[in-house]
């Protein structure tokens, strides 16, 4: 079965980047299209973005629009969000997850099965 594990997270201050990696552990990411996540303390899963199989549909959250950047790397079998202009509120813990569904607008949680286990981001300064 299909596991997936982020990496990437950390400690950065406002305005700064961070580059997160979704990796498969045992088989290829290509056939499905995953979604990426975050859980602030005290809240709701979110959906933060997805992209489909061909990379040809993504979405974004407005709260990430023009911040953050979805893509799949083919060479290394991960799908990275590449995460800029961060701001306290992207406090969170990241999740990727994997889908039999399809990218869809609403980028919600209950669309994914396959969870990996979360990697922590903080903005702070």
């Known amino acids: 079965q299909l596991q997936v594990v982020e990496s990437g997270g950390g400690l950065v201050q406002p305005g700064g980047s961070l580059r997160l990696s979704c990796a498969a552990s045992?088989?290829?990411?290509?056939?499905?299209?995953i979604g990426w996540f975050r859980q602030a303390p005290g809240k709701e899963r979110e959906g933060i973005s997805c992209i489909n199989t061909n990379s040809r549909i993504i979405n974004y959250a407005d709260s990430v629009k023009g911040r953050f950047t979805i893509s799949r790397d083919g060479a290394t079998n991960t799908v990275v969000l590449q995460m800029n202009n961060l701001k306290p509120e992207d406090t969170g813990v990241y999740y990727c997850a994997a889908t039999l569904y399809y990218c869809s607008s609403s980028i919600s949680p209950n669309d994914y099965d396959i969870w990996g286990r979360g990697t922590q981001v903080t903005v702070a300064s």
């Open positions: 045992v088989y290829s990411l290509d056939g499905y299209p």
